[in-house]
């Protein structure tokens, strides 16, 4: 299998080295410590190799995140990146015509592109604040379709889909048969409310892909997991025999231990709070600067797609921030080739603390000025 680069993480790769504030990173302001999980009888785990399923607790727990799921729905997987790339793998046949769903991140678009599939791109668009449109997604989809691939909450745009949206996306695969995979991580880390509606949830040939990463603060676990029907779960578990051959037993003690009942419901509070408090200040910022800056309101934290109206292109501006102020940031032409205009676009997290965040904006207000001789759009 040839899998194109991954320009984001790519990006990343290069740009966010020790001494820089990273901007491109999306997880909570504050991610747990290991003190803040840690319990002195954990030191009594034997260090086995894990169930090809996963640890049969956190299992249980990650199905209640779903309604209408038990255990047997779960495979734990290192991450939700495990997930999208098993999924993907036993989803998509070659030959196959998948749609596509972008501006999106693009681990599931890469994988599919790697399985030598046609592809037929569904395109969010600006003037629509990126909203998803259902009427105009089903004029993409045909008989030859056999997979619908979607990234919800999304990344990079900060949209969410209701359950109306979900429910008639469903309705449309049902009416084709096809399969729907999903990458979910960011559910959850929505500001307020419940957690929004997960396909798995509306549909039985959905596999969406979730993980401890985004609203808990435990990117640095790397446990995840991959819902859908059962046979699914077992083929998974078959493809990940290739993958990890299981998972890792101490981490996924430790994420079965964040996620019983009473500990995980803290833990969205404090990972909404933390967010809520970062995206106050960025919000603000984005206020301060509306002349040259401009937004949809991210739905949930912590990601925003900004248009700048600066006299240069986004993959300069980037460039310039990283070398002289230490600052990483993404540039949408470099990294989301499917965002028109992408040089008027950047990708930014606010997931640092309120006084950290601040004093790198300003920072970046002072790189702006540099190129504030307004352009025509
Ligand atoms: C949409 C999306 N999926 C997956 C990931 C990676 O998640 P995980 O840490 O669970 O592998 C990211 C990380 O930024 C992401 O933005």
């Not at 997604?137 to 691939?149: L, Y």
């Not at 603060?217 to 819902?227: D, F, P």
């Not at 059962?230 to 998972?247: F, R, V």
């Not at 990708?347 to 001789?373: A, G, N, V």
Request: glycine share 6%.
């Amino acid at each position: 299998m040839k899998i194109p680069d991954f320009e984001l993480e790519r990006w990343k790769a290069k740009r966010v080295i020790p001494g820089v504030v990273d901007l491109t990173e999306t997880g909570l302001p504050e991610p747990l410590r290991l003190r803040d999980i840690f319990s002195e009888d954990i030191l009594d785990l034997r260090m086995d190799y894990a169930s090809i399923y996963g640890n049969e607790t956190l299992r249980q727990e990650i199905a209640e995140l779903y309604s209408g799921k038990d255990k047997d729905n779960v495979l734990v997987t290192s991450s939700t990146s495990e997930s999208n790339m098993i999924q993907t793998n036993l989803v998509v046949n070659n030959g196959d015509t998948v749609i596509l769903q972008v501006p999106s991140f693009m681990q599931i678009p890469g994988l599919v592109e790697a399985n030598g599939v046609r592809i037929v791109k569904y395109t969010t668009q600006p003037e629509n604040n990126f909203e998803f449109d259902v009427e105009a997604f089903n004029e993409c989809v045909t008989s030859k379709t056999r997979v619908f691939a979607f990234n919800f909450p999304n990344n990079p745009t900060g949209r969410v889909l209701s359950k109306e949206q979900v429910r008639a996306i469903c309705e449309i695969a049902k009416d084709h048969d096809a399969w729907i995979i999903v990458d979910e991580v960011y559910r959850g880390i929505e500001f307020e409310g419940p957690f929004s509606p997960s396909f798995a949830e509306y549909y039985d040939k959905a596999v969406v892909a979730g993980s401890v990463s985004k609203i808990f603060g435990l990117a640095g676990l790397r446990v995840g997991w991959m819902v859908g029907p059962k046979d699914i779960i077992e083929k998974g578990s078959a493809y990940k025999e290739y993958t990890t051959l299981g998972g890792s037993v101490l981490s996924e003690e430790l994420a079965a231990r964040v996620l019983e009942k009473r500990m995980r419901q803290r833990l969205i509070e404090r990972g909404r709070k933390l967010v809520a408090e970062s995206f106050a200040v960025f919000d603000k910022w984005m206020d301060q600067n509306s002349d040259f800056l401009s937004y949809a309101k991210p739905k949930f934290g912590v990601i925003a797609l900004v248009k700048h109206r600066l006299n240069t292109t986004s993959r300069e501006f980037c460039t310039r921030l990283a070398d002289e102020r230490k600052i990483a940031v993404v540039p949408c032409d470099e990294c989301f080739p499917d965002i028109q205009d992408g040089k008027h676009y950047l990708r930014m997290s606010y997931c640092h603390p309120p006084s950290l965040l601040r004093e790198t904006l300003d920072k970046i207000t002072e790189t702006m000025e540099q190129y504030y001789q307004r352009v025509e759009a």
